[in-house]
């Protein structure tokens, strides 16, 4: 099926990706070809036929609710991009 | 450059021709002068410490097979205190705080791990166009690719950088790359390897695997990454036979499926005759050859390109640039920070491939595109469950053609997307797969498909191996 710019701008807004303007035109190019590959999909007869989610059809396996993490804030915390006294911090949300 | 296998070094280790800090030596040495661009990041001085660890355990008596013998891997398993890209700017200042489950396996054997290898940004591609460090130059035609998404790990493998590498493979990408560097590389069975640590890409179809010059080598590797981790949700718990031991049984009464849906006209002549000499090979060793039917593996183009998205747009929701890797500089809001942190750091293929997976799994899309794949994914799997109740292997192409030049479908993605054409519905059905040399066309060399039932990679490589006794293609190097 083919998209139109606005399809791609509200893809785009709910994937929170922002796309230079410039390039919208070809996304909604390509974009639209790999929707008209995978629709060949829709030609096929699945009635009755169970979706396949995990290759070997395993369920979750489950363990005890027990803690087994150690606490390695401070370490995994050194990635952030900003943080202070074991936050991350962000621009302001709440007014 | 002359090259070795882990077995052949492994050997000269045990006997004392070299140490393990010469041979790490020896291959740092061989990577500074790379030209391939193979590696994101060489990790000098770890190889160098676990050179020396291993050398102390030979000395102490304690020395396994594996202990003291180089390897790479893909960028895309974490690695404690080091840089884990992914091939992508998002995570170019990202430090792993643990090491991925195989990492440690590999650690524990007592590997010396010389770097981490260039990929497609976060395993998203075809040709290793997708890296965020740069094209990875295939070592047989810098002009061509080495195919991808573990395009360095192959590259760096056949330019003699390092005797073996890890992979992973969510759609082909462990042995297309295998393929299109004269390489042998071994996707497992879905759960067979631990994906604790191996930054997902699409949960259901990502598995990691070995890449190295032989099937023989490709079992020692296997050996060590395989098992049951409690870590991985979706880990299998099975106990993992001795890869090494069923090596050399005989293949006389084999008995080997060719898909006429892989094996028909739109088949490449030179392609078709390579692979048909390779299976005459096997003809020669005792083994039964029959044509079989994979009815909807016509399929799997469609149905991979909207799970595999769909899962990755769930996956990559985490790269939010607040806990780790890129922020965009003066965010004026929290949304302003998310759609800036993503758009300037993921490239365009992830994009465009989460798009995709937004758009599939988003209101009124869901039952069309999710749901309908993955019923169509259950169909793939029930034709390769009916051939291999009658068949030991199946046998295929790995890709169209040989290498394709840099920069020749970068403009295309669907055509990219075609390149992937015989790999994809295995990691649909879940099943082991091999790429393994087997002959050339011109100056580049060609894989032959080995496509196994659920967990029975110790045939796929007792299959492979056999076949590397009587052909000498995995042992022939670029210029």
Known sequence: MALQQS??????????????????EGYVRNLSN???????????NTDNVEPLANPLDAVQRLRPDAVTEENQRDKLQANAPAQERGLFLVPKVIE | MQQHTLAGLAKQLQDGQCSATELAQDYLGRIKADTTNSFISVTEEIALQQAKAADERRAAGNAGLLTGLPIAHKDIFCTEGVRTSCGSKMLDNFIAPYNATVVEKCAAEGMVMLGKTNCDEFAMGSSNENSFYGAVKNPWDAERVPGGSSGGSAAAVAAGLVPATTGTDTGGSIRQPAAFCGITGLRPTYGRVSRWGMVAYASSLDQGGPMARTAEDCALLLQAMAGFDQKDSTSAQRDVPDYS??????LSGLKIGLPKEFFNADLD??????????????????AEVKEISLTNVGLSIPAYYIIAPAEASSNLSRFDGVRYGYRCD????LMDLYKRSRGE?????VKRRIMVGTYALSAGYYDAYYLKAQKIRRLIQQDYIAALNDVDVIMAPVTPTPAFRIGENTNDPVAMYMEDIFTLSLNLAGLPGMSVPAGFIGHLPVGLQLIGNFFDEARLLNVAHQFQQVTDWHLRTPA
Do not use: C
């Open chain 2, 269 to 286: 002549g030179q392609m078709a005759s390579v692979l048909q000499a390779a299976i005459d090979e096997y003809r020669k060793l005792g």
């Open chain 1, 34 to 44: 790999i929707l008209a590959l995978v629709d060949q999909m829709q030609a096929v």
């Open chain 1, 7 to 24: 399809d791609v701008e509200k893809i785009a807004h709910l994937a929170r990706l922002q796309l230079e303007e410039s390039s919208v």
């Open chain 2, 245 to 250: 031991t069923s090596l050399n049984a005989p």
């Open chain 2, 345 to 349: 750091a993921f490239g365009e293929e």
């Open chain 2, 330 to 333: 003066n965010p004026k809001d």
